[in-house]
């Protein structure tokens, strides 16, 4: 393809402007590229031709019947418009629907329920699952919470125990020393009253009775 | 104002909309008359292949499928039909094609005096090319189709389309330097 049939389509295909081209083809007849200005000659003749082309044109153009034949061939009857047997299949449709899920519509105070079937039972059969574990639960706490108390409350009434035991113990010993001081205090109670009051009269009877500590007749014995 | 494109209209006619039918045929019926008119030069063999394309065109309508401009495929028909007419046309009898189509309406002086004595000039020249270079010139000035949409209407190669369309320039050239030389002559 020479450059001058190029430049000759890049106008026709409007991508250089009719001046642009006819320079550029001018330049090529003087360059020898188309010597005998060939190209430069088509693109005169086809400059012509275009401006006639876009010359508008007048003839009447004659009216055709072509909607009897696009009737024929395309439009179809109008469909009738009875909508019972689709609103007759919709209806049974949704009452098999209704029938086969768990679906449930209930009138109730002139108003329309729709609920899962079985929902409430399911809910209620959660509820009662929760509770079981929860009572289990509780049941296991409050047994350990028994156990340990009773453990705690053993180990202390064993202490307690050894606390009274070693506290009783404590407290007999104590009497016991109680009653030995009191015996002892009573024997020298015994012990003065005597010497107060039977040890004069018994010195005026016998006077060799004196008390003498080395004397074991008397039998009586100073504590 | 918003205008449909000629796939939408199909698509409605195809669904029974005369309407979008009637819209097609209107954008279309002026071009194809035309194109007729230039190309087999008679009103009544114009009208007869613009009737011929829009029963095809309406027949044939589920057939597009959108691979190029619907304008090229309906041209690609009319071609067809266009070549038909005119290959029985000249088994049948030599045309004189002498029909003059341009006195029927004329919207100003200025185009009586100056462009309708070119446009006669120019369609008489037109006239006297090969059937197959006619159609070409055709396609490539007045109906805007590039070389490869006309190939592909034609079923030929874009080669072959291009060496057509240069030989009927070379030769409308030659025959309005003649007419030229003519005129000149008789004044």
């Known amino acids: ?223 | 104002m918003f205008k449909r494109s000629d796939e939408s209209l199909i698509e409605k006619a195809i669904g029974g909309d005369a309407k979008a039918w009637q819209q097609l045929v209107s954008r279309y019926q002026a071009p194809l008359y035309y194109f007729g008119l230039r190309l087999l030069g008679s009103p009544d063999d114009a009208r007869d292949l613009l009737q011929d394309v829009l029963m095809v065109l309406c027949r044939n309508l589920a057939q597009y499928r959108g691979d190029s401009s619907f304008k090229s495929w309906l041209f690609g028909i009319a071609n067809y039909r266009a070549m038909d007419m005119l290959r029985k046309r000249k088994a049948t009898t030599e045309f004189t094609e002498d029909h003059d189509f341009y006195d029927d309406e004329a919207p100003s002086f200025e185009q009586q005096l100056y462009g309708q004595h070119t446009q006669r000039l120019v369609q008489q020249q037109l006239r006297s090319l090969p059937p197959e270079q006619r159609l070409v010139v055709e396609l490539r000035f007045y109906q805007q189709f590039t070389f490869d949409e006309i190939a592909d209407q034609l079923a030929l190669s874009s080669n072959t389309i291009k060496s057509r369309f240069y030989a009927a320039l070379d030769k409308l050239r030659t025959q309005l330097e003649l007419t030229d030389v003519e005129q000149s002559a008789n004044f």
């Open chain 1, 1 to 223: 393809m020479s450059n001058s049939q190029q430049i000759f389509e890049a106008w026709l295909a409007g991508k250089i402007t009719a001046s642009e081209c006819e320079q550029q083809l001018g330049q090529n007849s003087v360059q020898k590229d188309d010597p005998n200005g060939e190209w430069y000659s088509r693109f005169q003749t086809a400059q012509m031709i275009q401006r006639q082309a876009k010359a508008p044109f007048f003839a009447p153009v004659p009216e055709i019947d072509t909607m009897s034949i696009f009737a024929q061939q395309w439009q179809r009857p109008a469909k009738s418009s009875n909508w019972w047997p689709k609103l007759s299949v919709a209806f049974s449709v949704l009452a098999l629907v209704v029938s086969l899920s768990p679906l449930e519509m209930q009138m109730q105070d002139g108003g329309l329920t729709l609920s899962w079937r079985g929902g409430q039972q399911m809910q209620q059969q959660q509820l009662e699952t929760l509770l079981a574990s929860y009572r289990k639960e509780q049941q296991d706490y409050v047994q350990t919470q028994l156990q340990s108390t009773q453990q705690q409350q053993a180990s202390q009434l064993i202490l307690l125990k050894d606390y009274l035991t070693e506290q009783q113990t404590k407290e007999r010993r104590t009497d016991m020393l109680e009653l030995v001081e009191y015996l002892n205090q009573q024997r020298q109670s015994d012990w003065h009253y005597w010497q107060e009051n039977y040890q004069p009269s018994q010195a005026r009877l016998d006077t060799s009775a004196v008390y003498n500590p080395d004397q074991q007749r008397s039998g009586v014995r100073k504590p």
